[in-house]
């Protein structure tokens, strides 16, 4: 085991003396969690320059469990203020969050303890909402606590034999695929500022309000492509005119339909699915990753597309708490 150069005394002392939080963990935090997770896998949305990326609007820090002195697990979160309401919600580009804990710590047993103990450091807010990632499926330390959950499902791919997938999608897509190979060509051509005008479609068709600016994306686009770990693709005529766009992200061995959209008015070019087994290919012959995830989605018409194109189900634990009267009436108001 990495021992830890940051004293947990000096750690709890530093966190104690700074009752509100900044838009990021303190030096000494920050260094405290990047030596935890040196010393296991941690998902890319958790990891601290990713969560600079991505926490604009908001403010991020972590909580941590240590054990003879050494920590043994952390838990980030993600806190807003709005409207007089202060709650923990996730940041945009982030799919999951939760404890993480290092793996001789992930007996029961120990987790009940761990958990709790994270759960009570947690700071007092009206509302607690976080997506776990898929492997923690153990959340009845936050149940005790009163806490909620919801099972949502994401859907991945064996991307191993690409061949296989192909043979594996729906008729209809591989016939849509065939017909948009005659209409558009993918290109790595394209700025963030493309990207976002064309992503920002998707929201204006559905009547929603963009969640970032494209300051915020193209914060996150950049801290992505600097290491490596980002694609932007664009489908375009030979009018130059941009069909869809989508942004590809790798973690590990996983590769993640990251961020995605496309112009209302050229759908019916088919343009979509082909940048999808675009970016598969890519995936599997480039970063030689095996699994693809399409990061979502709970929508019945995404949800169609993706199992018809072969995906499975991979569940995960929405877990939720709301403390506040005025805070559940607010959230009510807001959903219709």
């Given at each position: 085991?990495?021992?830890?150069?940051?004293s947990?005394?000096?750690?709890?002392?530093?966190?104690?003396?700074?009752?509100?939080?900044?838009?990021?963990?303190?030096?000494?935090?920050?260094?405290?969690?990047?030596?935890?997770?040196?010393?296991?896998?941690?998902?890319?949305?958790?990891?601290?320059?990713?969560?600079?990326?991505?926490?604009n609007?908001?403010?991020?820090?972590v909580?941590?469990?240590?054990?003879?002195?050494?920590?043994?697990?952390?838990?980030?979160?993600?806190?807003?203020?709005?409207?007089?309401?202060?709650?923990i919600?996730?940041?945009?580009?982030v799919?999951?969050m939760?404890?993480?804990l290092?793996?001789?710590?992930?007996?029961?047993?120990d987790?009940?303890?761990?958990?709790?103990?994270?759960?009570?450091?947690?700071?007092k807010?009206?509302?607690?909402?976080?997506?776990?990632?898929?492997?923690?499926?153990?959340?009845?330390?936050?149940?005790?606590q009163?806490?909620?959950q919801?099972?949502?499902?994401?859907?991945?791919?064996?991307?191993?034999?690409?061949?296989?997938?192909?043979?594996?999608?729906?008729l209809?897509?591989?016939?849509?695929?065939?017909?948009?190979k005659?209409?558009?060509r993918?290109t790595?051509?394209?700025?963030?500022?493309?990207f976002?005008?064309?992503?920002?479609?998707?929201?204006?068709?559905q009547?929603?309000?963009?969640?970032?600016s494209?300051?915020?994306?193209?914060?996150?686009?950049k801290?992505?492509?600097?290491?490596?770990?980002?694609?932007?693709?664009?489908?375009?005529?030979?009018?130059q005119?941009?069909?869809a766009?989508?942004?590809?992200?790798?973690?590990?061995?996983?590769?993640?339909?990251h961020?995605?959209?496309?112009?209302?008015?050229l759908?019916?070019?088919?343009?979509?699915?082909?940048?999808?087994w675009?970016?598969i290919?890519?995936?599997?012959?480039v970063?030689?990753?095996k699994?693809?995830?399409?990061?979502?989605?709970?929508?019945?018409?995404?949800?169609?597309?993706?199992?018809?194109?072969g995906?499975?189900?991979?569940?995960?634990?929405?877990?939720?708490?709301?403390?506040?009267?005025?805070?559940?009436?607010?959230?009510?108001?807001?959903?219709?």
């Open positions: 085991m990495i021992k830890s150069r940051i947990l005394n000096l750690l709890k002392e530093s966190n104690s003396s700074n009752q509100q939080p900044a838009s990021m963990p303190n030096e000494i935090t920050r260094i405290a969690y990047n030596e935890f997770c040196q010393k296991t896998e941690v998902p890319v949305f958790v990891k601290d320059w990713y969560l600079d990326s991505a926490c609007d908001g403010e991020w820090d909580v941590f469990d240590e054990r003879k002195g050494e920590v043994c697990a952390a838990m980030p979160y993600f806190i807003k203020r709005k409207y007089g309401f202060s709650y919600t996730m940041p945009p580009f799919r999951y939760g404890p993480l290092l793996p001789e710590f992930q007996n029961l047993k987790q009940h303890r761990i958990y709790k103990n994270l759960i009570d450091q947690l700071p807010v009206d509302s607690f909402n976080q997506n776990f990632e898929p492997e923690l499926t153990n959340w009845l330390p936050f149940y005790w009163g806490y909620s919801s099972t949502r499902y994401t859907y991945r791919l064996d991307i191993s034999g690409t061949e296989e997938v192909f043979k594996h999608f729906a209809d897509i591989r016939r849509n695929i065939k017909k948009a005659d209409q558009v993918i790595e051509e394209g700025t963030a500022e493309d976002y005008r064309v992503h920002k479609m998707t929201f204006d068709r009547e929603k309000g963009m969640p970032y494209l300051d915020i994306f193209s914060n996150h686009i801290a992505l492509e600097e290491r490596g770990l980002a694609k932007m693709f664009f489908a375009k005529d030979d009018e005119r941009i069909h766009v989508s942004c590809l992200m790798k973690d590990g061995n996983m590769a993640y339909y961020i995605s959209g496309g112009d209302p008015s759908r019916k070019s088919g343009a979509g699915i082909l940048l999808v675009h970016i290919q890519y995936a599997r012959a970063w030689d990753v699994i693809f995830d399409f990061e979502g989605s709970m929508i019945k018409n995404i949800e169609q597309v993706w199992h018809r194109a995906a499975y189900q991979v569940p995960y634990f929405n877990v939720r708490k709301n403390n506040s009267r005025l805070f559940n009436l607010a959230e009510k108001i807001r959903r219709g």
